[in-house]
């Protein structure tokens, strides 16, 4: 059993027999955005605004249920995983009151998690700062603490947020996401990042904002930190590393007129206010917004509404009592008053913009500011006191930097940033298809070649045809790879989210069964991951609680792999250790020693795979589908002795290759391996070859978690292997009540048998 350590080297990872590391990971999991007790999901408005008694004890999942999902996780090939925490878990009491009960129950689940041998970094989730504001992440207390009124956001459309909508089911589907462009947002990421300069007013215990939701984010984050560290067995052996606050976001620092949609805002969606207009909004003026609609290529102008709150406001009422919290707000920093308005942003006696360039530039140096500038300066300045409080407690913590989602990361090569112990974290989503919740066959659109300007027009940005599709996704992908190394330096680069939406065409498949758009665009997403040359990924995302009306239980998305209404893609064939008498044991066929099929294996190469469930499934009459597993469930090196140079998948013909370059011959203890998920490479029925060397298939054992293998012990230089296994009609496996055989298969000439 290989050793579970790794340390980053260079561009890569490596074991300690310096194998180079493949990262095949899932986020675990999206459950953890809401708290368990009470149990409040997007759609539950009951207790919602009782943010303070709330516990995340249970989150992602019991410690009695956390065997079942990591075992399921294993057994689907995955060996990391992106853990998702909130800061509200930690800090939902107060300011500095920490849940002990909520980090000794972490450190239990953690602990399970190592018993499968997986590689886990830590991951301070948000989402459009708050679940109070629309998404997940900071405790409700520090919307408090900015002085705005959560029960105030729906009528000033300060946020949109599902669990206040009438019919939680009318909710729009990824209207969350434009909740970065409306007050509440724009105001605490603004506050966060920037307050000292653009907020110098708000002045709360004898600190300005900036600092106090800073100190105290870092702060919870490093307390659990702490208590993992002490906790003695988890840092280095499961525990890898801690990655930075997810997608963070400027808020309108460097907007350069706020009184008009920034040329950059590229997704607009429902009501699309200028920053101008939410504040006017947000202190209970009417606005005319504009209305933006989805298609199939991309957001266009629908008209307008009227926005009224009838003169409610989104800041908290002069008279607000702040003893809540104990905290003390300066005498200079007035409730029940905009923010912006108290520094002169604007005047609501006559409701007139007066610096609508006041986020352009610095106001204490007067520096231009650009989305460029910000990751340069205040992001990166909050990213280095975060890695120094998670490095002060263990100096080894591999650093998973994630700067802002889709944009140029900072340029830190060479400089004192350069970390070597560093992650590039980077998130991307093929927009057209997350959006529309359609896989489009005929184009979709270089998205990243837009936002970098490759294109006089964004017509040429458009990409006819599904290989043309899945080249378009690739390209990106490695795009940004070569992005990386030209900002960051030599790093490993991880996609820490990339996933699509299962609830496509009206949530057609649900009905039917047919999920062949779904595995399209699945299997596009890793022909993408697997062309990047990037050290892994981290698949968003396994939600236990999945279900078909539902979804992820959050703000109408349903992007997870896994669901309680669908059934679970059989195994191929049950697994055994091979000897080196077995047929499906082999060394090349430069030593001459071809597998072939013979009185010995005929049999078993033309068994029929078993479409049966587990029995812990719902019956085929109940479950129509398998959710696309086919096209998430694939073949990867997880060691390579040597330097990976390429692999890929090809799921229509059931055939993996890839290449390398060693440096010497591997040792009989370190061999190349290579994950074969016995769906699509049941042991009776692979083809192998190979450039040199010799290989083998086995079982490693995991928990009572059979994990099927190839190990390859080749020379040095450059090699090749193809691997072949069962090739099955495309949308065969879409419905468990149509099948197929192998036999079948093979009478028809679609069987790989070597």
């Known amino acids: 059993m290989a050793p579970l350590s790794l340390r980053v080297d260079g561009q890569t990872f490596r074991d300690p027999q310096n194998r180079e590391i493949t990262l095949r990971g899932i986020n675990v999991a999206g459950d953890a955005k809401y708290p368990k007790t009470p149990d409040i999901p997007t759609y539950i408005s009951d207790r919602f605004f009782d943010g303070d008694d709330v516990s995340f004890v249970g989150r992602p999942f019991s410690l009695e249920d956390a065997h079942v999902h990591f075992k399921r996780l294993r057994k689907w090939g995955y060996n990391t995983i992106r853990y998702i925490f909130t800061w509200e878990a930690i800090e939902h009491a107060g300011p500095g009151i920490y849940d002990e009960e909520w980090v000794a129950f972490t450190i239990e689940v953690l602990r399970i998690a190592k018993e499968y041998e997986f590689f886990v970094f830590m991951d301070p989730h948000q989402d459009v700062w708050s679940r109070f504001s629309g998404g997940s992440g900071a405790p409700m207390w520090t919307l408090y603490a900015a002085g705005l009124n959560p029960k105030a956001f729906k009528a000033t459309e300060a946020a949109l947020v599902q669990n206040t909508y009438d019919v939680p089911a009318e909710f729009p589907k990824m209207i969350w996401s434009t909740n970065y462009t409306r007050l509440v947002c724009q105001t605490m990421f603004t506050l966060f990042w920037a307050g000292r300069d653009f907020a110098p007013k708000a002045i709360i215990d004898g600190m300005n904002i900036q600092d106090y939701l800073q100190s105290h984010f870092i702060h919870a984050c490093a307390y659990l930190a702490q208590r993992i560290h002490e906790a003695g067995d988890l840092e280095g052996d499961v525990i890898i590393g801690w990655e930075s606050m997810n997608e963070p976001h400027r808020g309108i620092i460097g907007v350069q007129d706020i009184s008009v949609i920034p040329a950059e805002q590229q997704l607009q969606l429902g009501t699309s206010p200028t920053a101008f207009q939410a504040i006017l909004t947000g202190s209970g003026r009417a606005c005319e917004q504009a209305t933006w609609g989805f298609g199939g290529f991309g957001p266009h102008k629908t008209g307008t509404e009227l926005v009224d709150p009838a003169g409610e406001i989104a800041w908290l009422p002069a008279d607000h009592n702040d003893s809540k919290y104990g905290w003390q707000r300066d005498p200079g920093w007035k409730l029940g008053q905009c923010i912006w308005a108290q520094h002169g942003v604007w005047d609501p006696s006559t409701d007139t913009l007066l610096q609508k360039d006041y986020f352009s530039k610095n106001p204490q140096t007067g520096e231009h500011l650009d989305y460029e500038k910000f990751t340069n300066s205040y992001f990166l300045d909050h990213y280095r006191n975060y890695k120094n409080a998670i490095r002060g407690i263990w100096s080894d913590a591999i650093m998973f930097c994630q700067p802002p989602v889709m944009e140029v990361p900072p340029d830190v090569k060479g400089t004192a940033d350069d970390d070597p112990n560093m992650v590039h974290a980077v998130h991307y989503y093929d927009g057209l298809t997350l959006l529309t919740k359609h896989w489009n066959r005929l184009y979709n659109v270089d998205v990243i070649g837009v936002l970098r300007g490759k294109y006089y027009t964004p017509a040429f940005a ?142 078993g190469a033309l068994a029929t795979p078993s479409i049966t469930s587990d029995v812990s499934q719902p019956s085929v009459r109940e479950v129509k589908g398998y959710r696309a597993a086919e096209a998430y469930l694939r073949p990867s090196p997880t060691y390579v002795s040597g330097r990976l140079d390429a692999h890929v998948f090809d799921l229509k013909n059931c055939t993996f290759t890839m290449s390398l370059t060693a440096k010497g011959p591997t040792t009989a203890h370190a061999p190349t391996e290579i994950y074969l998920p016995e769906f699509h490479f049941p042991e009776t029925n692979i083809a192998v070859t190979v450039s040199g060397g010799k290989w083998d298939i086995d079982v490693q054992e995991i928990q009572s978690v059979k994990l099927q293998r190839l190990r390859w012990w080749h020379a040095e230089g450059e090699q090749d292997i193809m691997i072949k296994g069962i090739k099955r009609k495309p949308g065969e496996f879409a419905n468990p009540g149509e099948d197929v055989t192998y036999l079948e298969q093979c009478q028809k000439g679609d069987c790989v048998i070597m």
């Open 462 to 603: 458009v990409k006819i045809g599904e290989t043309a599709i899945r080249n378009c996704l690739r390209d990106q992908l490695k795009f940004l790879r070569d992005e990386s190394l030209n900002y960051m330096g030599s790093h490993p680069l991880v996609f820490t989210e990339i996933g699509i939406p299962y609830d496509m065409d009206d949530k057609y498949a649900y009905k039917t069964g047919d999920y062949s758009s779904q595995s399209s665009a699945m299997d596009a997403n890793h022909f993408a991951l697997e062309g990047s040359a990037s050290n892994g990924f981290t698949l968003w995302v396994y939600v236990t609680q999945n279900d078909h009306e539902w979804g992820d239980q959050w703000n109408g998305e349903d992007l997870s792999i896994f669901s309680r209404d669908d059934l679970e893609l059989p195994a191929g064939t049950t697994s055994r250790s091979l000897d080196p008498h077995s047929p499906a044991y082999s060394e090349s066929h430069n030593n001459g020693e071809d597998r072939e099929v013979g009185p010995r294996n005929l049999k």
